[in-house]
């Protein structure tokens, strides 16, 4: 999976020139052309960058050779060859030649030429095929275990090839045998540099970006002044000893690569370098000893990519389990899209069917003209299935309200009223008693009228089921209003039922619970959140007596005035 | 003999209670039953008619009363109303025996055709079921040397071998074969093989 995706990012990186050119072509004659020519541009275009580079960077050179103490032409060409293929290494003998022609100005020996640059070119295009093959370091250092495997290959690769590059100037009497360690020692850490801070950052840039766009902001310019002002104090200041103060060099990367990522560390790691170089050439004359330096920015470097990647690696992890939670979400919030759509079709189902056969036996009643008083009666048991089916969608209206309500000031008691009497036909039908006891006068609450009615109404009719396994005469219920600590209101509704069997009691408040044959179990569900939604508590109260409590608790912020 | 009805088992006390109305409606003999269980303990086997099965009921599922029924050889027709109309409940409902399977909300026209339909099949079980207790009544009548030629002749034998077989005359087995056809209402030898072939059908196997 992650080689098949390495492989699709490097086909990808081979489709995307500098010059670019597109592969959308049919004609297999037309593409072969077309990649011919997109190879020459990406290899002309690699040889100018590093005929450029080594142009610039061609400062403090040993024996007036390539060995600078930062030389980043060997890290353009590991990007060229991880980023486009190996089929590049060619031009990498052709940008060796042409640096040493264009940048070494003096016509040297052509046989050193050659040959050094074979040298070169084969070094580098075996640390490419190492990294590429059996490292399999893909085309963007996405992960700590990239980045270890490439700073082992960019540090370790630079040594062997300086001590033959050396080796054969000394044998071709362009260095003397004393030169060796110095000239070797140079050469390496240079490239070794080059390469840590060049290609991870050419390779993360030419890639797409993988984070969410860092705008410019602020913070920005407060990097870019830290940045600055201790490059200032390492090198402004005139201290005895220049790297002293170097630490503070860190702050800002460190700053910038756990704000930024990768992408923010590289280019970090790149401005600090630059500032480093011109800053210890400016002050070159006070003795700066070269490879002490350059070990320094080494360590820098390696800072700002590991920090970078690890950052980065951190976000991405985030981003993909923040992904994948929301595809769960969506699962889950369909499959109980799902199970409400069955139940609620079940629900309306029941009341549709009886509504049907009443109004047809109407019909067919009002074909008699003396059955009027029939008609009344069906009609109106028609009228309580369509309460029914009504109560049905109100609660399930209810259910995707909750905590989006619009609150008032009520008197407690005016709202248990409303709702009592709403249910009073039904308690009278199933002759239930209903006590409402006052222990305090509670203030005024502020709530969402038709919400809290719909909790009272919902935990009322629960009772008023139970109350049916109860012999007649015996049913009875209790509404009790009080105050609790603090203020808060509290309302206790009590029926003497049955009572909730304990393994029900536990998963009685999640939806889709429930003890009755014709409940979608939404009822209490909905009721909670409803409650929880004004910042209160619905819970089932454990008592000794038999029967069942609910008690609805809601804050003292909520039932006091507020100003 | 009592009078075919349709037997309404749903837990839903209006839509039983409005079916059982538009069921009188139509002049139509109707009972309601508010669960399995209650059918059960109701339920006699001359009760003629067919059944109207919620599925899903507190108790014991109309599945369930399904399988009972058969087990009691109480074989009344069953039609399945539910709200819950997937097909592994309907798949379910026809291997045990329902004759038709509606979803709530009901159509009219759908269930009283599923109810004709039923009532119907249940008419006809009954006529052949009834034939075949007035056969074997008459059968029962037969005299013991009646009966003896009545299986002879049903195999297919002459009235030859009918003879040696009883060792009596054929003229003999002539005179036994009227009395016994006559006995048994039929005039032709097929209808008595018919007969004897619903009767072990039914499995019955009268001596």
């Known amino acids: ?101 264009v940048v070494r100005g003096t016509a040297p020996p052509p046989l050193l030429v050659l040959l050094s640059s074979l040298l070169l070119t084969a070094g580098y295009t075996a640390a490419g095929a190492l990294l590429a093959g059996p490292l399999r370091v893909g085309a963007r250092l996405g992960e700590v275990r990239d980045v270890n495997r490439f700073v082992a290959v960019a540090i370790a690769a630079p040594a062997p090839i300086a001590v033959a590059f050396v080796g054969l100037h000394i044998g071709l009497g362009s260095l003397t045998v004393a030169d060796f360690s110095h000239a070797v020692l140079q050469f390496w850490i240079g490239d070794a540099l080059g390469i840590v801070v060049t290609t991870p950052l050419l390779l993360e840039f030419s890639m797409p970006r993988a984070e969410p766009r860092t705008r410019f902001d602020v913070e920005l310019l407060f990097q870019a002044a830290a940045t600055v002002a201790a490059l200032w104090i390492v090198f402004g200041l005139q201290a005895t000893d220049e790297f002293k103060f170097f630490y503070l060099l860190f702050l800002p990367l460190v700053w910038i690569a756990m704000r930024r990522g990768i992408r923010g560390a590289m280019a ?79 629900e309306l189902n029941q009341p549709l069917t009886a509504i049907g056969a009443y109004v047809r036996a109407c019909m067919m009643m009002s074909e008699d003209p003396g059955s009027a008083a029939r008609i009344r ?64 006068d509670p203030a005024s609450i502020e709530v969402d009228r038709i919400q809290m009615q719909t909790v009272l109404h919902n935990l009322l009719v629960n009772a008023v089921d139970a109350l049916a396994a109860r012999a007649e005469g015996e049913r009875r219920i209790v509404v009790r209003l009080g105050r609790r600590e603090g203020g808060a209101f509290a309302c206790e509704i009590a029926d003497n039922g049955p009572g909730i069997a304990p393994d029900v009691a536990g998963r009685l408040f999640e939806p889709f619970t429930s003890t009755k044959t014709d409940g979608m179990g939404l009822g209490l569900a909905m009721s909670r959140s409803i409650v929880e939604a004004h910042g209160g508590r619905l819970s089932l109260l454990d008592r000794e007596a038999d029967g069942t409590t609910f008690e609805i608790i809601l804050p003292f912020e909520t039932t006091e005035t507020t100003p | 003999v009592t009078e075919a009805s349709v037997f309404i088992i749903e837990d839903d006390q209006a839509v039983r209670d409005s079916l059982l109305l538009l069921l009188g409606m139509k002049n139509m003999s109707a009972r309601g039953f508010a669960s399995a269980e209650d059918f059960l303990d109701a339920v006699r086997p001359e009760w003629s008619g067919c059944v109207l099965l919620d599925l899903r009921m507190p108790g014991k599922s109309g599945l369930e009363l399904q399988t009972m029924l058969v087990e009691r050889d109480i074989r009344l027709p069953v039609v399945i109303i539910t709200a819950h ?40 079980r009954r006529d052949a079921a009834g034939a075949i207790a007035a056969f074997e009544a008459r059968v029962a009548r037969l005299s013991g040397r009646e009966r003896e030629v009545m299986w002879l002749v049903a195999e297919g034998r002459q009235n030859r071998e009918v003879a040696v077989a009883l060792n009596v005359s054929p003229r003999t087995v002539e005179i036994y074969k009227a009395r016994m056809m006559e006995k048994l209402q039929l005039r032709r030898v097929p209808d008595l093989v018919r007969a004897i072939e619903a009767l072990r059908r039914d499995g019955r196997t009268p001596r």
């Open chain 1, 377 to 440: 009666e069906t009609l109106g048991k028609t009228a309580a299935e369509v309460a029914r089916a009504g109560e049905v969608i109100r609660n399930l209206r209810g259910f995707y309200r909750a905590g989006t309500g619009k609150r008032e000031r009520i008197a407690p008691r005016a709202l248990v009223d409303a709702v009592v009497e709403s249910l009073g036909p039904r308690l009278a039908q199933h002759r239930i008693t209903l006590d409402l006891e006052q222990t305090d």
């Open chain 2, 85 to 124: 109309g997937d097909i592994a409940a309907a798949r379910a409902a026809f291997r045990a025996g329902a004759v038709d399977f509606l979803e709530k909300p009901l159509e009219e026209e759908a269930l009283f055709a599923a109810i004709a339909t039923a009532l119907e099949s249940d008419r006809k």
């Open chain 1, 1 to 101: 999976m992650i080689v098949a995706r390495r492989l699709a990012t490097r086909c990808d990186g081979w489709v995307m020139t500098p010059l670019g050119h597109s592969v959308t072509s049919t004609a297999a004659r037309g593409a072969a052309g077309r990649s011919a020519l997109r190879y020459a541009g990406t290899g002309l275009s690699y040889v100018i960058a590093y005929v450029a580079l080594d142009w610039i960077s061609y400062i403090h050179p040993v024996a007036q050779l390539a060995i600078t103490p930062w030389n980043p032409p060997p890290g353009l060409s590991l990007f060229l060859l991880l980023r486009f293929g190996l089929r590049y290494a060619p031009c990498l003998f052709v940008a060796a030649v042409a640096a040493e022609l």
């Open chain 1, 268 to 346: 970090a790691s790149l401005a600090v370098q630059l500032g480093l170089v011109a800053a210890a050439e400016s002050v070159a004359e006070k003795g700066i000893v070269l490879w002490q330096l350059q070990l320094l920015m080494l360590a820098l470097a390696l800072t700002a990519l590991y920090l970078g990647t690890a950052v980065s690696e951190r976000e991405a992890a985030r981003r993909s389990v923040a992904v994948r939670d929301a595809a769960l979400h969506r699962a889950l919030r369909m499959a109980t899209a799902g199970e409400l759509a069955a139940a609620v079709a079940h």
